[in-house]
């Protein structure tokens, strides 16, 4: 698993995370991420086209994210995910708690 | 029922990639690819997980043991054998899939996705062992 900040203007921040978000990876997976909504921005996009799979374990370091930016009052959005990935977040019903967008040009809007 | 590979580690996390690993092979060598293997890994993942953390609450720790069959209507099978605190996982109640992000809590949902990933799932309980099946 691996965090590359793609840059940020004033009111959006993209980020790309690649690789695997499973048991062993998402607590680390999870604190880069609080660090860096800590001085978040009001957006924060994350492009998933890199990130081959996600078991619960990433999903629950993804609620928690989540969580923490509402209580912020920002917004998180998620997009490009390869099919394996966005199956799991269908199945358990994510899509419909984190928005999930086609493209990066899409969520940025 | 023929068994095509087996192995027996202790149960904790920095084993889970060589228990995938094993898998993964043997449901190549069964002609599984693609998008399938990493629903096997998945739902491999979420079981031994739960094992990882529950099974055995005392320090001295304990074993799981997998092993890949084919059964005798060639579908691949997973068995996944502890000898921890009895668990049936498949009394565990589904999650509310629908509940919304304040209300939405993680707990079962490795479970569900097991269980809505794998063509079937059964659970026995025999001589102080869990046994779990995961038919692919």
């Known amino acids: 698993m691996q965090i590359i900040d793609k840059g940020m203007d004033n009111e959006s921040h993209l980020l790309a995370v690649s690789g695997r978000i499973d048991a062993m990876s998402a607590p680390e997976f999870e604190k880069q991420m609080s660090e860096i909504i800590d001085h978040g921005k009001q957006l924060l996009v994350i492009d998933m086209s890199q990130l081959e799979y996600i078991s619960s374990a990433g999903l629950r370091s993804f609620l928690v994210i989540a969580k923490k930016i509402k209580a912020a009052s920002g917004q998180m959005k998620l997009c490009a995910m390869q099919d394996p990935v966005k199956e799991v977040f269908e199945i358990s019903g994510f899509d419909a708690i984190i928005p999930v967008c086609k493209t990066v040009t899409e969520a940025m809007v | ?136």
């Open chain 2, 1 to 136: 029922m023929r068994l095509i590979d087996h192995i027996t580690l202790p149960a904790v996390l920095t084993n889970l990639p060589k228990f995938l690993d094993m898998v993964i092979q043997a449901a190549a060598s069964h002609g599984i690819k693609g998008k399938r293997i990493m629903e096997i890994e998945l739902a491999l993942e979420e079981a031994l997980v739960n094992i990882f953390n529950y099974a055995y609450p005392d320090d001295a720790g304990g074993d799981v043991t997998l092993r890949c069959l084919i059964n005798n209507d060639g579908q691949l099978q997973i068995e996944i054998e502890d000898q921890g605190r009895a668990f049936d996982v498949l009394s565990v109640a589904d999650p509310d899939v629908t509940a919304d992000l304040n209300d939405r809590d993680i707990g079962g949902l490795g479970i569900f996705l097991i269980k809505k990933l794998m063509r079937s799932v059964s659970y026995h309980r025999r001589d102080h062992k869990n046994i779990l099946r995961l038919t692919v």
